[in-house]
């Protein structure tokens, strides 16, 4: 290749420039066991301190101002790309920001038609002055600010062009309502919209629908069906996800008491599973220390001024996703730009924003319904609309767990935890020996109906009427089992309002709880086995419903007698995998057809649906009355054909993660990008896991943070796939990554 002059003369002052970028920020900003950094923050001074696995530890007052500026900065100096363009997201700026990147302006739609930025406004302007959450905000952002006043843009803005403003507590908020959105509040949507696919379908009947979805589509009558049917506009039910943006599907956590364990206290174990395919991490490790005693390590994700999970020195703490449904989609007749409300027709309120250059035009009503349409570019028609409401108003009470570093027993953070912006199971272990269970959220009071059926907004009593308060919600503590676990299943108390009209499979639970229900003496080394377990419930319930047509040789044989466990060397376990996603595939084209079930299966907000189908049918042996024994034989049939001689379960199940500001758009030899590695993680086992597609991006759902610990120490044992920095110059970019890969957990002390 020839290069010309001007080349030539560019290529050195590229070079120079790089090299000067990489000793500055390489070099001189490598860090070690033991690096020290001393700064003041408004006013406080800290010292941050790399552990010897190069977490940041940091030192100051014990009050939760301070605590929360140490985290800002500390996410501003590991992350802080991460954060602005998490900032970005939330705001639907993404696309004018990097404009050579068009997968995210459908993300950036979406992100203007919820109008996530007007709701932090609003929110922050209903918080108490001098409150908690106020104090909490102004101290995140001012960590956030002195890293962003006293540093250089990253190389990657530089090369965009792109000059982060200062940050506000507006943005933290906004991020905050976006968050819970993505992946979350956004499955029920889902559902919600899959239900009417099958309604308007008419593959199947209304009473295979509501025994589906029971006992939560009471209202499900012929007439209500008959106004499904006749909605204007239905938009399809593809995933909202930039490459940016975490989503969270299944996670599992467990406590067990004093009475199953060898050292006679409560461990906790916990394993989030959200999408590991870009690094740096969602998660982000920390710890901080007071000099008056308190000590607290956990997990945060950067743009959020809480620790999710972690312990002090005298409570332990986890979470997973609690499936509780926050948000709905309603019934709205318009007629000539205006909407009914119980007899009469009020203005629908205009809003207009620029996408790529495109001015958008989105409708709500007075209540915030925002009208939901495939195309905002003219003005709305008259018809029958989904229009969806996110949850608003003051959420003040949520930032009440951003003081758990600071509770010490489990009945203390029952109190702290009932009210959040993400539905949440909490489990809780203390030294005194307790363990408990807390349901947490911002539920909608529903005065008709459990929030799944979208309900006519025209009639007023269907309508919220405010949020459920804490003593609303599930607690417990102290089971006479002596163990919790939680599997992002239903939890529901019958004597509380309905709180869960999603859950998953039980499989998961039962399978967890199974395991601690039968053993004692238990250890964190036990705890660790247990998070690695890969024994597939759906395949011992479905292979003996194989035997008739299962050969007797071969890769047949092979999965009759298989243990039912994932191995990436297992050949049955291909076959297996092969098979299920085969049998989901006729069961779907059964449900919705088979011109329908490409499109809706293709996203996996929709998929998990299909697989509870699949499930469904092999408990009840049918279909909406076919019987199941035809279906099972054509899938096997399909799996064998596409089971190549040889296969293995690694073949079809790899992690990857790439680079989460190129997105994989660089070559590998750059060395951002961690390639394909095989994975034992499968369907509804312990360690689920599953590479699937999201709004068109591929994306790896799987354990993406190991904790547990022994409350009769002050020891942490973790795993996070990644390092601690997101600064592809540091040598703390990819530092965990093969520690994640071999399971090889490390050691922190309080």
């Known amino acids: 290749m020839k290069i010309s002059a001007w080349g030539w003369g560019v290529l050195p002052v590229l070079f120079v420039a790089t090299a000067h970028y990489w000793f500055t920020n390489f070099i001189l900003e490598s860090e070690f066991p033991g690096t020290k950094t001393e700064i003041s923050i408004s006013g406080s001074n800290f010292t941050f301190t790399r552990t010897e696995h190069l977490t940041w530890q940091a030192e100051g007052a014990d009050d939760v101002k301070d605590l929360s500026k140490a985290l800002g900065w500390m996410h501003a100096k590991d992350r802080y790309i991460q ?230 020195a005298h409570l332990s703490f986890s979470l997973t996703y609690g499936m509780l449904d926050m948000a709905d989609y309603f019934l709205e007749r318009v007629v000539n730009g205006r909407y009914e409300r119980d007899g009469q027709f009020l203005p629908l309120t205009e809003r207009r924003e620029v996408v790529t250059g495109r001015e958008l035009i989105f409708y709500e009503t007075a209540e915030g319904h925002i009208i939901e349409r495939s195309e905002h570019m003219e003005t709305i028609a008259d018809g029958l609309y989904l229009a969806l409401r996110l949850p608003g108003g ?30 949440s199971n909490f489990l809780l272990a203390d030294t005194q020996g307790n363990i408990g269970y807390q349901q947490s959220g911002r539920v909608p009071r529903r005065p008709t109906g459990t929030g799944l059926l979208p309900l006519p907004a025209w009639d007023s009593k269907n309508l919220w009427t405010g949020y459920l308060k804490g003593d609303e919600y599930k607690r417990s503590i102290n089971p006479p089992e002596h163990f919790y676990a939680t599997a992002n299943n239903l939890i529901q108390d019958e004597n509380k309002p309905c709180v869960i009209t999603f859950p998953a499979l039980s499989t998961r639970v039962n399978r967890i709880s199974s395991i601690l229900r039968n053993k004692s003496n238990l250890t964190v080394d036990d705890m660790k086995v247990f998070q690695s377990d890969t024994f597939s419930i759906l395949a011992e319930m479905a292979i003996p419903l194989l035997e008739p047509y299962l050969s007797h040789t071969g890769i047949g044989q092979e999965l009759r007698v298989w243990d039912r466990r994932f191995q990436v060397d297992s050949r049955p376990a291909a076959l297996w995998f092969l098979f299920f996603e085969e049998l989901v595939r006729v069961v779907g084209e059964i449900i919705v057809g088979e011109e329908v ?91 689920v896991g599953s590479v699937d597609t999201y709004s068109g991006a591929p994306c790896v759902f799987t354990q993406t943070w190991r904790f547990v610990t022994d409350m009769s120490t002050n020891i942490v044992h973790s795993i996070l796939p990644g390092g601690p920095s997101g600064n592809v110059f540091s040598n703390l970019y990819k530092r965990e990554i093969e520690n994640y890969i071999n399971e090889v957990f490390k050691i922190l002390h309080l």
């Open 83 to 312: 954060l602005c363009l998490m900032r970005l997201a939330s705001q639907g700026k993404l696309t004018e920001t990097f404009p050579f990147d068009p997968v995210n302006e459908i993300f950036d739609t979406v992100a203007k038609q919820m109008n996530f930025n007007k709701i932090g406004i609003e929110t922050v302007a209903q918080y108490q002055k001098g409150g908690l959450a106020e104090k909490i905000l102004n101290s995140y952002v001012d960590g956030i600010n002195e890293y962003q006043r006293s540093h250089n843009r990253p190389l990657e803005f530089v090369l965009t062009n792109y000059h982060p403003t200062p940050f506000q507590t507006t943005d933290v908020v906004t991020f905050i309502k976006f968050v819970s959105f993505v992946g979350l509040d956004e499955m029920g949507f889902n559902t919600e919209k899959l239900i009417i696919e099958l309604v308007r379908s008419g593959k199947v009947s209304l009473e295979f629908i509501k025994e589906t979805y029971h006992p939560h589509l009471a209202n499900l009558t012929a007439e209500h069906a008959s106004l499904l049917r006749q909605i204007t506009d239905l938009k399809s039910t593809t995933g909202h996800r930039s490459p940016f943006v975490p989503v969270i599907t299944n996670s599992n956590n467990w406590v067990i008491s004093g009475v199953k364990s060898a050292s006679g206290f409560p461990i906790m174990s916990s394993d989030p599973h959200l999408d590991v395919s870009k690094t740096p991490n969602t998660f982000y490790e920390s710890a901080y220390k007071s000099p008056s005693g308190v000590s607290v390590f956990g997990i945060t994700v950067p743009g959020i001024p809480i620790i999710l999970m972690g312990r002090n």
């Open 597 to 687: 079930y490409p499109t809706l299966s293709r996203e996996v907000m929709n998929k998990y649906n299909f697989i509870k189908f699949a499930v469904r049918a092999l408990e009840t042996r049918e279909v909406a009355g076919d019987p199941l024994g035809p279906m099972l034989e054509v899938a096997l049939e399909r799996s064998m054909g596409k089971y190549k001689e040889g296969m293995v379960y690694g073949d079809l199940r790899k992690y990857f993660s790439n680079n989460l500001f190129f997105s994989g758009k660089l070559p590998s030899w750059v060395g951002l990008d961690v390639a394909p590695v095989p994975t034992n993680s499968g369907l509804e086992v312990i360690k």
């Open 394 to 423: 003051n959420d003040e009470d949520a930032f009440n767990q951003a003081m758990l570093p600071w509770t010490t027993t489990v009945e203390e953070a029952q109190e702290v935890l009932p009210i959040s912006n993400l539905g």
